[in-house]
């Protein structure tokens, strides 16, 4: 039942095909949710009720506070009464210093200031301890309650009183001022609200001006205090740059009186007379080396015999005549004559390298004697500009401590002029007034919240119920966690008895719960039209799931037909067939398939219904030896000869095996799940079990539904039941 027949068995076929999965759960359906609010709208309005009598409650034990407030105008640009540099800035415009200010007033040095001077630890409205006992209503607090209740079970236990000290009571009066005082900017502007909020109204106004008063005050000291501080370190400052500056003027002159220093003019000749010596120095070693350059290459030109080179390389007018006259004696006749020439340039030739090498001995010295005094002018140079450098550093140190000395004496002058013009960055822009009402608590508000509160903790439980269930409400549900079609719904039968409700079906061929079986039988034969299944088992995951009551319906509404059809009990272990029919005999299946009786012998024919019954029988045998034996095959065999329909009521697949075993030789597999009750792993492992082995479920079917329950959990495909409730006659 559920969706229509046909569209079932399509859905059937498809999914025996294999050509449709498991779909995923949809989590959010509207009208499921509301639905399922609405069946919950009796626990919704008791615990609304509940939360807004506790509400009420909490009021009258609560004491009404009223809050008074007054507001302080911030003076960002305060005018001066003179161009002087102030000490103490004042507040800037941006956000983190108005932020601060709010710290300042909640801060416990401002606080514990207001509770001395106001003398607040002696006032009732702050001091718990001065206030006179709670009446009645103090049994409204749990705490109290237990308290009290104990004391007066069990009797009072003296306590030691141990007294509060000054310090401590100081702290708790702090604590509760803190808690009674608020502060906040007004958005757009530079007004300071503060708020005072006690159970007095006047004593809220008084102290909403107080801490306004207090506020200021605290500015003015503050900036009183700064301006000592200031002028205190100004003043100290001051005589130690004096003693720095005594100290530097000193060094200078002590200095330049000790020293003979020169004028920077002179100082730079030296530099440029230092600079010729260093290019003298230079020049001479330039002509030394090239003299011995020169006399290397006259020694070389003699070796060779060119008198004419070394003429030239010598510079010398009587060598080069000479060499000359070498060169006209050229014939072998005036060999004499040219050796006596030669003679006489050697002789010419050797006073004119002694010559040469005096010369680069001369200029050996003179290089020396230059490079000396380069040294010494560099070391006296030296001398005279670090001389120099020092004075010029002192007297700079000695400017600078005079310039820092004056700028710090003025500054202290001007702080001292600033002492007398302080005033405070704010004023009292108004002051607090009586408050005429209660701010807290607000009535209105709190009632609504206490029954808000109440409905959403029991929504949150209804829905927290809904979400742990474990088991299926509807064909949907079943569908799309175990991808098998749901074939069919048994809807619960008006009678608790299990014979009771075979008579029903009998009596009542037309009602809801024989359709349902008649639908069932319909889809299961239409499952396969050309070749519809003869042997039909079903099974459950666990026990109690209405497999039995299902089988031997379906095998009573398949009776109607016309058929011969035999119902088998395979569960050995529970045989429950005896709480239907009236069985004659204890005999059953095991006797027939061990040949001790024959089927004839034990079948029983039930003349009410017309069902041929074979009802189990015990054994210490284990039964899932005997279903996987051949004889229960070729018994089967046998039974599909005599029979239109055989029914096969099996026990459930996750206690035994035998149901896998009997599966082996059915047409087909009904999986039966009881409706809100079986677990849906057990179902998807039941299911598991016989897709391990390859067997095929040809279907699912919802039993012992409640149907008026179904439709209030949000199900609308069977909301039909209201519409059709005139086709059926329960």
């Avoid at 064909?475 to 079609?485: D, K």
């Avoid at 349902?516 to 459950?540: E, F, G, K």
Wanted: charged share 25%; aromatic share 8%; proline share 3%.
């Amino acid at each position: 039942m559920g969706l229509d027949t046909n569209v079932r068995q399509a859905l059937a076929a498809l999914r025996s095909d294999g050509a449709v999965e498991a779909m995923p759960e949809t989590d959010f359906d509207l009208r499921r949710l509301m639905l399922v609010v609405w069946r919950a709208r009796w626990f919704l309005a008791l615990f609304t009720v509940l939360g807004i009598g506790y509400a009420y409650a909490q009021l009258l034990r609560i004491t009404p506070l009223y809050t008074a407030e007054s507001r302080v105008l911030w003076e960002i640009d305060q005018a001066n009464f003179v161009d002087i540099d102030p000490v103490t800035q004042g507040l800037r415009g941006d956000y983190f210093s108005l932020a601060s200010q709010i710290e300042v007033i909640e801060s416990g040095r401002l606080l514990n200031r207001v509770v001395t001077d106001l003398e607040l630890a002696k006032d009732p409205v702050f001091n718990a301890s001065l206030r006179p006992p709670e009446g009645w209503t103090r049994w409204l607090s749990l705490t109290n309650a237990v308290a009290e209740a104990r004391a007066y079970v069990f009797g009072a236990k003296s306590e030691t009183v141990v007294e509060e000290t000054p310090e401590a009571l100081q702290r708790r009066m702090v604590s509760a001022l803190r808690g009674a005082v608020q502060a906040e900017w007004l958005d757009g502007t530079y007004v300071l609200i503060i708020r005072m909020t006690t159970s007095n109204p006047e004593r809220s106004a008084e102290l909403a001006n107080e801490m306004a008063r207090f506020y200021m005050l605290d500015q003015l000291e503050t900036k009183f205090e700064a301006m000592r501080q200031a002028t205190n370190w100004l003043t100290e400052r001051v005589a130690d740059l004096r003693v720095a500056l005594e100290s530097a003027e000193q060094s200078v002159e002590s200095f330049a009186s000790g020293m003979t220093l020169v004028s920077e003019e002179a100082l730079a000749a030296s530099a440029r007379q230092l600079k010729d010596l260093r290019e003298r120095a230079v020049a001479l070693g330039d002509e030394q080396v090239e003299t011995a350059s020169r006399l290397e290459a006259v020694a070389a030109a003699r070796a060779e015999g060119d008198f004419a080179a070394v003429a030239a390389l010598m510079r010398e007018l009587r060598l080069a005549s000479l060499a000359d006259e070498i060169g006209r004696l050229d014939q072998p006749a005036q060999n004499v004559q040219r050796e006596t020439m030669i003679a006489r340039f050697d002789a010419e030739f050797e006073r004119a390298r002694t010559r040469m090498a005096f010369a680069i001995e001369r200029l050996k010295g003179q290089e020396g004697t230059v490079r000396d005094t380069v040294v010494e002018l560099e070391q006296k140079q030296s001398v005279q500009a670090k001389a120099l450098l020092q004075l010029r550093q002192l007297q700079r140190e000695a400017e600078a401590s005079r310039l820092i000395y004056e700028f710090f004496l003025s500054r202290l002058k001007e702080t001292s002029v600033q002492e007398g013009i302080q005033r405070p960055d704010a004023r009292i822009l108004t002051e607090a007034d009586v408050p005429g009402r209660a701010s807290s608590p607000r009535r209105g508000i709190t009632l609504l919240t206490g029954g808000g509160g109440g409905l959403l903790l029991a929504l949150a439980l209804v829905f927290l119920f809904e979400r742990l269930n474990n088991s299926f409400r509807s064909t949907e549900e079943l569908e799309s966690r175990t991808g098998h079609a749901v074939i069919g719904t048994i809807p619960m039968a008006p009678t608790s008895r299990r014979r009771a409700f075979l008579q029903y079906l009998i009596d009542k061929p037309t009602s809801s719960v024989a359709e349902a079986i008649r639908n069932l039988r319909t889809s299961i034969l239409l499952a396969n039209v050309d070749d519809p299944p003869q042997v039909i088992m079903l099974v459950s995951a666990l026990p109690g799931e209405g497999k039995t009551t299902c089988c031997i319906a379906l095998a009573q509404i398949s009776k109607a037909l016309g058929k011969r059809v035999l119902l088998v009990e395979c569960d050995l272990r529970r045989r429950t067939f005896r709480n239907y029919f009236d069985l004659p005999v204890r005999d059953g299946l095991l006797s027939v398939l061990s040949g001790a009786k024959s089927f004839e012998d034990i079948v029983y024919h039930d003349e009410n219904s017309g069902l041929y019954i074979l009802p189990g029988e015990e054994s210490s045998v284990n039964a899932a030896d005997i279903f996987a034996s051949q004889r229960f095959t070729d018994f089967i065999a046998e039974m599909r000869q005599e029979f239109d329909f055989i029914f096969i009521d099996t026990p459930p697949v996750l206690a035994v095996p035998d149901a896998r075993v009997i599966a082996k030789n059915s047409d087909a597999v009904i999986f039966c799940v009881r409706w809100n009750k079986t677990a849906r792993e057990a179902v998807t492992e039941g299911l598991r079990f016989f897709a391990q082995i390859h067997i095929k479920v040809a279907g699912l079917v919802l039993s012992q539904v409640n149907v008026n329950k179904m439709a209030r959990y949000g199900y609308s495909s069977y909301g039909y039941y209201k519409e059709a409730v005139k086709y059926y006659h329960n």
